[in-house]
């Protein structure tokens, strides 16, 4: 289990940088491995209702089965609308994007609230468009998150200490000598996976 603290503290961190009172309702785009740990550390913190997308039913099986609220496929259903009919047209306080696809800022900044607030985890390397008058016109604030700090880490460790069991996110397990396959099998989603677990 120790191995899941590094990323564990991912979603800390992403969760502990926003300054959002109210934890009435997260989005969590993307329910990979960073995405699923968000959701149990966000369960911890109290949040009340939680939507998750994944284009993977896999995934969204693995995030209702963790606590999720919804699960939603982004390809299949409008997100924004969801959204909207579970908070009764208010929106959510929070939406995390842990997942790169092209209106993925555009999907998170319609799904909160007025004043609320945009995390971005997922590394999105590529130039993509967003609609900013969404952040003007709502006066939402957007936030990247980093890795994360010492007090982020140790507070994973503790959770994990505390006897936080993750090993359905360990989907894999390899020896050394297999790392590329293990690494394959995460890129190109060949098997149902979430995080592989190298063995030395
Ligand atoms: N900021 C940091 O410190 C930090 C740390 C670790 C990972 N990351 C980044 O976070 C992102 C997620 O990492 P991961 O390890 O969970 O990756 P992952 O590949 O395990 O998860 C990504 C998930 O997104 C899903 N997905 C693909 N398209 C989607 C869409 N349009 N809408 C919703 N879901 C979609 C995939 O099916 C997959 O389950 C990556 O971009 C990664 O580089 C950032």
Redesign the pocket.
């Known amino acids: 289990m120790g191995t899941m603290i590094e990323?564990l503290a991912?979603a800390v961190?992403?969760l502990r940088k926003s300054t959002v009172k109210e934890k009435d309702c997260l989005v969590i785009?993307?329910?990979?491995?960073?995405?699923?740990?968000t959701l149990v550390v966000a369960r911890q913190m109290g949040y009340k209702q939680i939507v998750c997308?994944?284009?993977?039913e896999?995934?969204r099986d693995m995030a209702l089965k963790h606590g999720a609220t919804l699960a939603v496929n982004?390809?299949e259903s409008d997100i924004v609308d969801v959204v909207k009919k579970l908070t009764n047209g208010r929106g959510a306080d929070l939406a995390l994007?842990?997942?790169?696809?092209n209106?993925?800022v555009d999907?998170a900044t319609a799904c909160v609230r007025k004043r609320g607030e945009i995390g971005?985890?997922?590394?999105?390397t590529e130039k993509i468009p967003f609609y900013s008058y969404q952040i003007v016109i709502n006066e939402l604030t957007m936030y990247?998150?980093?890795?994360?700090e010492t007090k982020d880490f140790k507070e994973a460790a503790d959770m994990i200490n505390n006897g936080l069991d993750l090993s359905d996110f360990i989907t894999q397990t390899m020896d050394l000598e297999h790392t590329q396959e293990g690494l394959d099998v995460?890129?190109q989603?060949k098997e149902h996976?979430?995080?592989v677990m190298i063995e030395l």
């Open positions: 990323p991912v961190r992403a785009l993307g329910s990979g491995t960073i995405g699923l740990l997308t994944d284009t993977a896999f995934n982004p390809l994007i842990a997942a790169g696809a209106n993925i999907q971005i985890i997922a590394m999105i990247g998150a980093m890795t994360y995460l890129s989603k996976v979430v995080k």
